[in-house]
């Protein structure tokens, strides 16, 4: 039986970065995503002597952690088993065709008492684009075709991290609101940062440029202020640690020496019965 299409074009995904390289690219969310992991790292009260970096542009995230392996996100990661204590999976995991994939061989290059740090688009990320082109394309020709890259909830995403085995998981994430002149330009930027389309299903020939001309239309119907573009970026960040005997455990149902009552300083009131 044949399988069926993957979602993301691979191919195609390293042409837009290669693009993304001699435009001299606009990497501002890749420098966001840096300081939010270096302020991560710097939290845990823990050393790391052998980072690993996974990423799609191994050139610009090896002048931000020159100290560590760097690796192309492909679908087997250069990892070698248990062979760090904090691997970094950079600003790639929303073009992955299996993130569980990538996620478990992060872990299974981790060291005991390893971190993993990921950081990429989630589910919100240019949201008012896709409703404007998708809108568009409805009333221009009728149809839809896929245009933007479909991204993960935060709930979901986070159970990625139990699914790939990993220990004390936290999901959580930032947004960030950018504005644009004119939808060429907000076109021209997501080139210039390697993220436009890549999906396998993506449309093969050139669309009718009314369709544009609609979508910023409804864009600045719907989604600007002060005569600019508003486009969200949802910035999530996963973290969880290869297991470890030192970790700390959850207790036992039943095994707590104190009320929560107590605990709080707090009066303990009984719900009526029925």
Same mark, same amino acid.
């Given at each position: 039986m044949s399988q069926p299409p993957l979602l993301?074009?691979?191919?195609?995904?390293?042409?837009?970065r290669q693009r993304a390289m001699r435009m001299g690219g606009d990497f501002f969310l890749h420098e966001e995503a840096r300081f939010e992991i270096e302020d991560?790292?710097?939290?845990?009260?823990?050393?790391?002597?052998?980072?690993?970096?996974?990423t799609g542009f191994p050139e610009m995230w090896a002048g931000y952690f020159p100290e560590a392996k760097i690796v192309p996100d492909d679908d087997? /990661?250069?990892?070698?088993?248990? @062979?760090?204590?904090?691997?970094?999976?950079?600003?790639?995991?929303?073009?992955?065709?299996?993130?569980v994939g990538q996620l478990i061989q992060c872990n299974r290059a981790l060291k005991p008492d390893g971190l993993m740090i990921a950081a990429f688009f989630g589910d919100q990320t240019l949201n008012e684009l896709r409703a404007c082109l998708g809108q568009a394309e409805t009333m221009v020709s009728g149809g839809l075709s896929p245009r933007v890259l479909p991204m993960g909830e935060l709930r979901d995403l986070g159970a990625l991290l139990q699914r790939a085995s990993f220990a004390l998981p936290v999901a959580d994430k930032t947004v960030r609101k950018v504005t644009y002149p004119s939808l060429s330009r907000m076109v021209e930027d997501l080139r210039a940062m390697?993220?436009?389309?890549?999906?396998?299903?993506? /449309?093969?020939?050139?669309?009718? @440029?009314r369709l544009f001309v609609t979508a910023e239309q409804l864009y600045k119907d719907h989604f600007s202020e002060d005569g600019r573009l508003i486009a969200t970026f949802d910035m999530v960040f996963l973290t969880g640690w290869a297991p470890d005997e030192s970790q700390p455990k959850p207790l036992m149902p039943g095994s707590a020496r104190m009320r929560l009552a107590d605990a709080l300083h707090t009066e303990e009131f009984k719900l009526p019965e029925g």
């Open positions: 993301v074009d691979r191919e195609q995904i390293a042409r837009n991560r790292v710097d939290m845990v009260n823990k050393s790391f002597t052998s980072p690993a970096v996974v087997i /990661l250069a990892l070698e088993e248990g @062979a760090h204590d904090l691997v970094i999976h950079a600003m790639s995991l929303h073009w992955a065709n299996d993130p390697g993220e436009s389309n890549a999906l396998t299903a993506r /449309l093969r020939i050139p669309s009718p @440029a």
